[in-house]
T-cell receptor
Framework: DTEVTQTPKHLVMGMTNKKSLKCEQH?????MYWYKQKAKKPPELMFV???????INESVPSRFSPECPNSSLLNLHLHALQPEDSALYLC???????????FGQGTRLTVV | GQNIDQPTEMTATEGAIVQINCTYQ??????LFWYQQHAGEAPTFLSY????GLEEKGRFSSFLSRSKGYSYLLLKELQMKDSASYLC?????????????FGSGTQLTVLP
């Protein structure tokens, strides 16, 4: 299994909603990442988990809250988002932090 | 900090060869990756260089010169399906944390 699976594929949420994005991998990778990507822009790193511990938080607003329940799962909890948070949210994993990253297909998030 | 530069757009003809350049300035270089991203899809890994020289993988080759802070991705025998964004990503080391930072990407259009 060489896949990173993200759910849902599409999400529309209001500014007062609470929702969660989920990511799963079964490659035994010990590093997992959340990236945000706006149209025609490169992916921007949000968070890095290494061995289930948060190792990098790129000054992301607290309305985004990551969680790593175990080595295979990574969640991103969303609360009180703004319309400008609408983007493609990509999860990735790698064998170790900084190694070749495998990306999921992303969740297309629209905040209304 | 890091600064990664790539051309924004390139156009080439089916069957031709195209070279996409990437220059970088980083405080702690630890490898360079090339990814391909089709519109609306996740980035997929193409190549990795950490030592100077050329890495060849089928129709794709990647070159690195660490002293010049320079890499290129060479695509041979271009096919229509090669139309995509090509992202250069640099891995650096900040203490014990290693992370990838992406360039803005080069949008390649292959014409018949």
């Amino acid at each position: 299994d060489t896949e990173v699976t993200q759910t849902p594929k599409h999400l529309v949420m209001g500014m007062t909603n609470k929702k969660s994005l989920k990511c799963e991998q079964h490659m035994g990778h010990r590093a997992m990442y959340w990236y945000k990507q706006k149209a025609k822009k490169p992916p921007e790193l949000m968070f890095v988990y290494s061995y289930e511990k948060l190792s990098i938080n790129e000054s992301v607003p607290s309305r985004f809250s990551p969680e790593c329940p175990n080595s295979s799962l990574l969640n991103l909890h969303l609360h009180a988002l703004q319309p400008e948070d609408s983007a493609l949210y990509l999860c990735a994993s790698s064998r170790t932090s900084g190694a070749e990253a495998f990306f999921g297909q992303g969740t297309r998030l629209t905040v209304v | 900090g890091q600064n990664i530069d790539q051309p924004t757009e390139m156009t080439a003809t089916e069957g031709a060869i195209v070279q996409i350049n990437c220059t970088y300035q980083t405080s702690g270089f630890n490898g360079l990756f090339w990814y391909q991203q089709h519109a609306g899809e996740a980035p997929t890994f193409l190549s990795y260089n950490v030592l100077d020289g050329l890495e060849e993988k089928g129709r794709f080759s990647s070159f690195l010169s660490r002293s010049k802070g320079y890499s290129y991705l060479l695509l041979k025998e271009l096919q229509m399906k090669d139309s995509a964004s090509y992202l250069c990503a640099v891995r650096d080391v900040d203490g014990s944390a290693r992370q990838l930072t992406f360039g803005s990407g080069t949008q390649l259009t292959v014409l018949p």
